[in-house]
C-alpha cells in the first residue's frame, strides 16, 4: 500500500475516534459503553464525578488492611484459651491516631448543652461517670472533682463513659465533621444559633429535612438548575463507629513495621505487643534504651516506679500522645486505658471451622440492621425534636424473606443443627446481650493484657475509670490511599491527592 495512503486513512481513522470519544479524544467525556456523553442537560445529565478521593478526617490515620493471625499469640495465663487464633483478612479504614481525651467529651458536652436548651437531659445522660475514681480504702477522691473538668487533664483519655454513650458521641462527631466539610467548601453558612430540631444531622441534610442556612448549592446537570449535596458526590465522609475487635487488634500490632523486603509479603518478626520484643521496655540502642514503652501496672502497688526515675511517669492515665506511637502512627495502642470496640462479646471468636472459613474477611460479631422509618408511601417521617431521622431495627423474621441477607442479630451461636448456642446470663455466665469486648489493658493492668490478642468484656451501659475509647471511619475505594488511583500495581499511577480534612 502506498505510503502516504496509509497516513491518510490512520488520519481518517483518528479522526472518527476523536468524533466519537469528544474533541479532546478522552473516554471519560462519554459512556464507555453507550458513546453517550456525561455531565450534559442535552444528554440526559447522567453526571460522572471526578472523584479525588476520601479525605482524611482530624484526627484519623489510614490503617491500610490485609491478612494476619487474630487472637491469643502467647501462654494463655487466664486459662480461658478463648480467642484460637485464626488467619483473617482486614480492609483498609481509617482509625484515630489518639484516645479521645477529656478536652474532645467536653466540646461534645458543651455543644448538647448549647444547641438542646430546651432538652437539658440530653447533655446530662452525655456526661461520664465521674464517681467511677471513687474506689474503697483508697483516697482517689480528687479525681472525681478534678479528672474530666480540670484543665490539667485536658489531654487525657476521657473514661467514665459507657459503650451506650460511645455511640451516641460517634454519631455528633460524623455530623460536625460533615458540617464542617459543607461549611469549608461554602455550601453551608455557620450556624452556631442553630436549636432543637433545627440542628444539623447528616442524614436530615441528605433526606431533604434540614432547613439551615444554605449558602449555595451544586449545579444540577440533570435539569440545569441547583441541588444539595448527595452522600453520592463523595464530598461527605462515611460514618465515624468503634473500630470492630478484628480492626483493633490488627491495627495495634501494626505488622506493616516488620516486613523483611517492601517487594514481599513475607513478615520478618511477630508481635507480642505494639512493638517487637517480649518486654515492655525499649530494646534499640541508644540513650532511649530500657525505657518504659507504655503505660501498665508494673506489679503489686507498683503504678509508676520510684521517685527520681518513674517508669512510664503515670499513677493512673497518661496524656493521649504519650509513648511512641506504632508503626501505624498509633499512640497508646497498649496501656493507658483498655478500649471499647463494636463487638458483642462471646468466649470464642468462631467455634467452628466452617464458620472461620465463611467469616474470615472482616469477622465481627454483632449485625444489627436498621432501616429509616417511612410512611405507607415510601417517605421519611419527619425529624425527631432533636433533629434525628426515625430508625427501627429489622428482625430476623423480616429478614428471612429478603434474598442475599444474612442474619440480622449475630450474636449467638449456632450448632451443628443450625440451632443457636444461647447463654444462661445469672445462672452460669456474666456473658449477655448486652456484654462487649474491651482490648488493650489500662494503667492498672500487668503486662499480660497489653498483648493485642487478649480480651475482656464489661456490659455496654457500665462505665470504669480503665476504659475509654477511639473511633474508627471505612475506607471506601482503594485499600492503598488516594495516591494510587489505578486500583492495582499493574494499572498506572494517577495523581496524587493531598490526604487532609481542609
Not at 180 to 198: H, S, Y
Not at 276 to 287: D, L, S
Not at 382 to 397: A, C, I, N, Q, W
Amino acid at each position: 500500500m502506498n505510503f502516504r495512503v496509509l497516513i491518510f486513512l490512520s488520519a481518517v481513522l483518528l479522526s472518527a475516534s476523536c468524533n466519537i470519544l469528544g474533541k479532546k479524544g478522552s473516554s471519560n467525556d462519554r459512556s464507555s459503553v453507550t458513546g453517550w456523553k456525561y455531565n450534559d442537560t442535552e444528554w440526559g445529565g447522567f453526571e460522572k464525578l471526578d472523584y479525588e478521593g476520601q479525605i482524611n478526617a482530624p484526627n484519623m490515620v489510614l490503617i491500610q488492611g490485609g491478612t494476619f493471625s487474630m487472637g491469643q499469640t502467647d501462654e494463655d495465663v487466664t486459662y480461658d484459651w478463648n480467642n484460637i487464633p485464626r488467619r483473617v483478612t482486614v480492609s483498609s479504614f481509617y482509625m484515630d491516631e489518639t484516645e479521645i481525651s477529656n478536652i474532645n467529651w467536653r466540646e461534645y458536652v458543651y455543644w448538647l448543652e448549647t444547641r438542646y436548651e430546651t432538652f437539658p437531659e440530653v447533655a446530662e445522660n452525655a456526661l461520664p461517670d465521674e464517681k467511677v475514681w471513687y474506689d474503697e480504702l483508697s483516697y482517689n477522691d480528687p479525681m472525681v472533682e478534678t479528672y474530666f473538668r480540670h484543665p490539667a487533664y485536658d489531654d487525657y483519655p476521657v473514661v467514665g463513659v459507657t459503650w451506650e454513650q460511645v455511640q451516641d458521641y460517634a454519631k455528633w462527631r460524623t455530623d460536625r465533621v460533615n458540617e464542617m466539610i459543607l461549611i469549608e467548601r461554602g455550601i453551608l453558612n455557620p450556624t452556631p444559633d442553630q436549636k432543637d430540631a433545627d440542628v444539623f444531622t447528616t442524614d436530615t441534610y441528605l433526606a431533604g429535612q434540614y432547613e439551615g442556612n444554605v449558602r449555595k448549592n451544586l449545579p444540577d446537570v440533570r435539569t440545569g438548575g441547583e441541588r444539595s449535596v448527595k452522600y453520592e458526590d463523595g464530598i461527605m465522609l462515611p460514618s465515624f463507629r468503634l473500630p470492630t475487635e478484628a480492626e483493633w487488634e490488627y491495627a495495634a500490632l501494626a505488622l506493616v513495621g516488620n516486613h523483611d523486603n517492601p517487594q514481599d509479603e513475607l513478615i520478618a518478626e511477630r508481635r507480642y505487643f505494639p512493638w517487637n520484643g517480649k518486654t515492655a521496655r525499649f530494646q534499640k540502642h541508644g540513650k532511649e534504651q530500657g525505657r518504659i514503652m507504655a503505660n501498665f501496672k508494673r506489679g503489686r502497688g507498683d503504678y509508676m516506679g520510684t521517685a527520681g526515675n518513674l517508669n512510664d511517669k503515670a499513677s493512673t492515665t497518661a496524656p493521649v500522645r504519650s509513648f511512641y506511637p506504632n508503626d501505624f502512627g498509633l499512640y497508646n495502642m497498649a496501656g493507658n486505658v483498655s478500649e471499647w470496640v463494636q463487638d458483642v462479646y462471646r468466649p470464642l471468636t468462631s467455634t467452628t471451622l466452617r464458620d472461620a472459613e465463611n467469616h474470615d474477611l472482616n469477622p465481627f460479631r454483632g449485625n444489627v440492621y436498621k432501616e429509616v422509618l417511612k410512611d405507607e408511601y415510601g417517605n421519611y417521617l419527619e425529624k425527631d425534636s432533636l433533629g434525628r431521622m426515625k430508625y427501627r431495627t429489622v428482625t430476623d423474621e423480616e429478614l428471612a424473606n429478603r434474598e442475599n441477607y444474612r442474619q440480622a442479630d449475630a450474636r449467638d451461636y449456632r450448632d451443628g443443627d443450625d440451632e443457636y448456642i444461647m447463654y444462661d446470663y445469672g445462672k452460669y455466665t456474666l456473658i449477655n446481650d448486652k456484654s462487649r469486648v474491651i482490648k488493650g489493658g489500662s494503667w492498672a493492668d500487668r503486662l499480660y493484657w497489653l498483648m493485642p490478642g487478649t480480651r475482656r468484656f464489661k456490659d455496654q451501659d457500665k462505665a470504669d475509670r480503665t476504659i475509654g475509647f477511639r473511633l474508627a471511619m471505612t475506607r471506601v475505594g482503594g485499600p492503598t490511599g488516594n495516591e494510587d488511583v489505578g486500583g492495582n500495581h499493574f494499572k498506572r499511577k494517577g495523581k496524587k491527592v493531598k490526604r487532609s480534612y481542609k
